[in-house]
């Protein structure tokens, strides 16, 4: 049974460059969520994909943006990046039938911003 | 704002002792919680989950107690082994679809 995957691994990118992160969910999964998580702090909440559409999202600026495709795969993408987008991006899939549905992660995309 | 929050964010424990990690939420409105454990350079990995109509919930060498009252959430690890040394998260869902993460305990054992 395939978990989360993402890709890829690590990425390192400029100020003001442009960055795409993908992700598929664990088989049977319909709903992908995204995370930033800062060194040394928990995750927060991007958004999250249900149906091809944005579901629900978290208090990040436009430059976030996402993308779900019908096979339920995922993209995150970035724009005029920042210093402070410097994180591990991680990926959770579920099963989206209820508001509390139990989230498994995958193990992230680090992205480095100089 | 509303948050969720662990107690400490380390923990020294000896092998084979039993371990417990501390977690205080203050969204009233949470009616799902769960631990994940996360090891250096990996993502969170679901351990245990809890429901707000339960209070107590066991697995595999662990227990999650939840009391509402109090908003409080702990983890309890019996016979704690060198390989349980990681970084615990507490979540939390209110049934809007986001988790809610603090800001995690590392749990290091001592041989």
């Known amino acids: 049974d395939a978990g989360v995957t993402q890709s890829p691994t690590h990425l390192i990118k400029t100020r003001g460059q442009q960055v795409t992160l993908r992700c598929s969910p664990k088989?049977?999964?319909?709903?992908v969520s995204w995370y930033q998580q800062a060194l040394g702090q928990g995750p927060q909440f991007i958004f999250q994909?249900?149906?091809?559409?944005?579901?629900q999202r978290g208090n990040f600026p436009d430059r976030f943006s996402g993308h779900q495709f019908p096979n339920y795969s995922s993209e995150l993408n970035v724009n005029a990046l920042l210093l402070g987008d410097s994180a591990l991006y991680l990926c959770?899939?579920?099963?989206?039938?209820?508001?509390?549905?139990?989230?498994?992660f995958g193990p992230g995309t680090r992205l480095t911003v100089l | 704002g509303e948050s969720v929050g662990l107690h400490l964010p380390t923990l020294s424990v000896q092998e084979g002792d039993n371990s417990i990690i501390n977690c205080a939420y203050s969204?009233?409105?949470?009616?799902?919680f769960i631990w994940y454990k996360q090891e250096s350079g990996k993502g969170p990995q679901f351990i245990i989950d809890?429901?707000?109509?339960?209070d107590k919930r066991q697995g595999q060498r662990v227990t999650v107690l939840l009391n509402k009252t109090v908003k409080h959430l702990s983890l309890q690890i019996a016979a704690t082994q060198p390989g349980d040394s990681a970084v615990y998260f507490c979540?939390?869902?209110?049934?809007?679809?986001?988790?809610?993460f603090g800001a995690g305990t590392t749990v290091t054992v001592r041989a």
């Open positions: 959770a899939s579920s099963l989206g039938t209820t508001g509390t549905d139990t989230q498994y």
């Open positions: 088989s049977g999964h319909d709903t």
């Open positions: 994909y249900y149906e091809e559409e944005e579901r």
């Open positions: 969204n009233s409105a949470s009616d799902y």
């Open positions: 809890i429901r707000s109509n339960m």
């Open positions: 979540a939390e869902e209110a049934n809007d679809y986001k988790l809610s």
